[in-house]
Nanobody, 123 residues
Framework: VQLQASGGGLVQAGGSLRLSCAAS????????MGWFRQTPGKEREFVAV????????YYVDSVKGRFTISRDNAKNTVYLQMNNLKPEDTAVYYC?????????????????WGQGTLVTVSS
């Protein structure tokens, strides 16, 4: 499985961005998909996760009410809509896939990772 993340960029505080993560393969609909982020000198942090069906979603507290994770299984793509961005959201954002379907918040649960896309929020 290959994951290709895109949509990062430079935005002012209060602005919005939508990240996309396109997956290869024919079994995307079975994967739990997650978004993580990392800033220099810090460990990678869980941001959001969506179940294979798209019914279940979970977010880290710091993004609840501002970020929305969604997926389109027909397009093999997962999205992260980020609204009301803050400077502390600045990071490289990674999408990840768990083919076993049981992953959730922990990095080790995910087998496949995208290359990351940089989000920079200016104050």
């Amino acid at each position: 499985v290959q994951l290709q993340a895109s949509g990062g960029g430079l935005v002012q505080a209060g602005g919005s961005l939508r990240l996309s993560c396109a997956a290869s393969g024919r079994t995307f609909s079975r994967y739990v998909m997650g978004w993580f982020r990392q800033t220099p000198g810090k460990e990678r942090e869980f941001v959001a996760v969506i179940s294979s069906s798209g019914v279940l979603k979970y977010y880290v507290d710091s993004v609840k009410g501002r970020f929305t994770i969604s997926r389109d299984n027909a397009k093999n793509t997962v999205y992260l809509q980020m609204n009301n961005l803050k400077p502390e959201d600045t990071a490289v954002y990674y999408c990840a896939a768990d083919s076993g379907g049981t992953g959730w918040q922990e990095e080790y649960e995910y087998e496949y990772w995208g290359q990351g896309t940089l989000v920079t929020v200016s104050s």
